[in-house]
């Protein structure tokens, strides 16, 4: 298995590479996530989460006529950014990249990135306000749901598009 070349020259992942990228992702994950000492943790995290996902959102970016409701739309934002999150560590991400040189320079570089994909089964761990200006927000996916979502993923025509 591994990688493949399709006909239209796009790089698939086969579903050993994938349970492979899924495991690593979860390691950095995992690795990466520190957490603050104001941190409230709604559920603990167990060896039973496969996936745990960190979203975050600033506040004063949202839209809103009240400070409140600018927190609020932060605290669904961030939500937003787990699941993003979290798909990314399931699904993998598609990455476009085009770039022009002209006479040995780089004149023009551009990077698309997107993500789709099903996540159910996540819940909320905790939801932290991160100093004044941020909220941050970790959900998390069991392990018995993660193997249920790639198998699913795994069995639809267009899986590795």
Known sequence: M???NSASGHRRVGPIDRH?????????????????????TLYPVSEADGLV????????????ETAAQ???MAIKASKLDAYRSLAEQL??????????????SVTDDHLKSRVE????????VSIT???????????AVPQST????????????????
């Open 129 to 139: 306000p991160v100093g004044e200006e941020t909220y941050e927000t970790k959900l």
């Open 53 to 64: 996902a960190t979203g975050y959102a600033v506040i004063a970016s949202q839209r809103g």
């Open 2 to 4: 591994g990688m493949h």
């Open 20 to 40: 492979f990228f899924v495991g690593l992702m979860l390691m950095l994950t995992m690795a990466g996530c520190a957490t603050p000492q104001r941190s409230q």
């Open 117 to 124: 994909g099903v996540i159910y089964g996540a819940r909320v």
């Open 91 to 104: 699904y993998g991400q598609y990455v476009n990249a085009t770039g022009t040189m002209v006479d040995m």
């Open 70 to 72: 600018q927190r609020l």
């Open 146 to 161: 993660v193997d249920e979502l790639v198998r699913n993923y795994l069995q639809t025509p267009s899986a590795g598009r």
